[in-house]
């Protein structure tokens, strides 16, 4: 199969270890740009940028559109409930007439796994997939991959927790293949129903349905949303009990502190997968993941954009 990165950036799978680390050096780089009082670089001025969102966003949509602005791009946020998806135009007829526009990149949002993937088969710009359903959430798991770098440095036998969802979770599937990559040690909890079938396929360590015990030793902890959506169809019991039995709580807190970075992807649920107490804690960089997270978004757009005339 032809290599789509860097071309395009559909998932982490299909990254080496080298473009994960060039990556994190770029976004190094940007994140200095970021710092100072004047915050763009207008490299990319010039490219226009569209950003497809068919499902809700706050961080991913509003990061990729600062580090769109921050790099001198023209940014057109296509909104798909008033546009002509809803007179029936299909979604390959939609992105050909975009691309018609002469665009140079679409970042895309979609329930439909490899939807992105599908759209760079047909189309010249450069495609950067910012989740599809429960594939992959390649630019979320490069940009904790930067901020676990940026406080443990390398991340060779350092050992990883993600807990929670992992089965329907995108930011599980990216994250567990990039820190593979890098040599880190994965282990996933949560309740039996929220686990992948054959987690070892994804190249998983380790695998926890206790949380006591899933916390011991550990050099970071990622704590995945629990969609609540997911207690309706009885896949756990009770949201007090998921906090009791999974959550990261302020006596779990109290175990590990000041020995494992705190990291959530957001959109947070306090008092279900995390505690307050736990999420605002001198250990939590769930902050400054976002931050991290429009250095690593211009470090990427730079990379595919970066060399096209
Ligand atoms: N982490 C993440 O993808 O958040 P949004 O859904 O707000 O973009």
Do not use: W
């Amino acid at each position: 199969m032809e290599k789509l990165y860097p071309k395009h950036l559909i998932g982490i799978e299909e990254l080496s270890k080298e473009d994960i680390l060039e990556l994190v050096e770029l976004a190094k780089s940007f994140k200095e740009v970021l710092e100072k009082p004047v915050k763009s670089v207008p490299t990319l001025k010039g490219k226009t940028v569209v950003n497809l969102f068919f499902e809700p966003s706050t961080r991913t949509r509003v990061s990729f559109e600062v580090a769109e602005k921050r790099l001198g791009c023209d940014v057109i946020n296509f909104s798909a409930s008033t546009s002509s998806l809803n007179k029936g135009e299909s979604i390959k007829d939609t992105i050909l007439n975009i691309e018609a526009m002469k665009i140079d990149a679409i970042v895309v949002r979609h329930s439909l796994v490899d939807l992105p993937r599908y759209i760079s088969t047909f189309n010249s710009s450069a495609i950067i997939n910012a989740g599809d359903g429960a594939h992959e959430h390649p630019t979320q798991a490069l940009l904790d991959i930067f901020t676990m770098i940026e406080n443990l440095g390398d991340l060779k036998g350092k050992v990883v927790l993600i807990a929670g969802d992992i089965k329907h979770s995108r930011v599980a599937r990216s994250n567990i293949y990039a820190l593979k990559k890098l040599g880190a040690k994965v282990r996933i909890c949560g309740p039996k129903t929220l686990l992948p079938e054959d987690p070892y396929i994804l190249g998983v360590d380790e695998v926890y349905t206790d949380m006591d015990k899933a916390i011991e030793g550990v050099d970071v902890i990622n704590n995945l949303r629990i969609q609540l959506e997911r207690q309706k169809k009885g896949l756990f019991p009770s949201i007090k009990e998921y906090n009791d039995f999974f959550g990261l709580t302020s006596e779990r807190y109290e175990r590990i502190k000041g020995n494992a970075l705190i990291m959530h992807p957001g959109p947070m649920n306090r008092g279900v997968e995390i505690d307050s107490k736990v999420a605002d804690s001198k250990d939590s960089v769930i902050l400054p993941q976002v931050t991290n997270g429009v250095a690593m978004r211009m470090a990427i757009l730079y990379k595919l954009l970066g060399g096209r005339g």
